[in-house]
């Protein structure tokens, strides 16, 4: 029977520790390596919502994309959240285990992910690794054929799992796009690099205000941004299957669950509708008392 410290060697062979930033932490978190393993359940957060799902699975270890601790940490109680995680997870014999910029790099990684679910062909990484160009942070690639910005963000809101935050699109929707770049998660610190590879639209998530809007003032490329769950979410199921595959290559039984809990901090999206009348212009018309 498989165990818990086999699963974790092969994360390691196919995301290597060492490939991670060096800020990250990544790796086995909590639980023994000798713990025989049957079922694994994937999530991008460690969160109580995917502790109790994997307890309620039967299942005997946690993969996320984020690690639970990323700096120093003096207190595991249960006082909060992430105490309450770990301390049901250690009491129910559960280990969890995250692969995270080591995941983002990789050949089949989370980025490789995004662009593969949006119809990216001929992707090469937009920050390569020194001693292996097929490795790194973000991927730019090209649509098999040229598309509006409005129809390509139509394809990427239809790709993309299901959750409140949807998309964004920012650019002109008639333009026309060809070269792509994505990152999944938090992309604020290649946009310069997206315009500097020559994209025509750059797909990631968590743009702020201020660096978004000076980046399409300058004329960069065309900006989608989805959520940070769902654009790293679409690697779940392409590491459910090199688990499937390599436990079915070993000759062992693994089952391995995504989660679809989504772990965005919202519920719901409304479109703003309130009113932006000028107030200085049409004094009598509709002020507020
Ligand atoms: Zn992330």
Redesign the pocket.
């Known amino acids: 029977m498989l165990e818990v410290g086999t699963v974790a060697g092969w994360m390691q062979e196919w995301y290597p520790p060492a490939t991670a930033e060096a800020w990250d932490r990544v790796g086995l978190i909590s639980g023994s390596r000798t713990t025989p393993v049957t079922r694994v359940l994937l999530a991008v957060d460690p969160v109580e919502a995917v502790g109790e799902q994997a307890r309620a699975l039967g299942a005997q270890m946690v993969i996320t994309?984020?690690p639970l601790y990323l700096r120093g940490t003096s207190f595991v109680s249960e006082d909060d959240a992430k105490g309450r995680l770990i301390a049901g997870l250690i009491r129910s014999n559960i280990a969890l285990l995250n692969a995270h910029t080591n995941a983002d790099v990789a050949r089949g990684g989370v980025a490789q992910a995004l662009a593969d679910l949006v119809g990216i062909v001929e992707t090469v990484p937009m920050v390569p690794v020194a001693d292996d160009p097929t490795v790194g942070l973000g991927r730019i690639g090209r649509l098999p054929s040229p598309m509006r910005l409005g129809d390509f963000a139509d394809v990427v809101a239809s790709a993309l799992p299901a959750g409140p935050n949807g998309i964004l699109v920012g650019g002109d929707p008639d333009r026309l796009v060809t070269s792509v770049a994505v990152s999944?998660?938090?992309g604020d610190s290649f946009l310069a690099l997206a315009g500097d590879l020559g994209a025509d639209a750059y797909v990631t998530a968590d743009l702020r205000h201020h660096p978004a809007s000076e980046h399409l003032e300058e004329g960069g490329p065309a900006l989608i941004c989805g959520s940070?769950w769902a654009t790293?979410w679409p690697w779940l199921p392409v590491l459910a299957r090199q688990l499937v595959d390599r436990a079915a290559a070993e000759g062992e039984q693994l089952e391995v669950v995504v989660s679809q809990i989504c772990t965005e901090p919202w519920f719901e999206h409304l479109a703003t509708t309130g009113s932006t009348q000028d107030l200085v212009t049409m004094p009598n018309e509709g002020a507020p008392a």
């Open positions: 994309h984020h999944g998660g938090s940070h790293e």
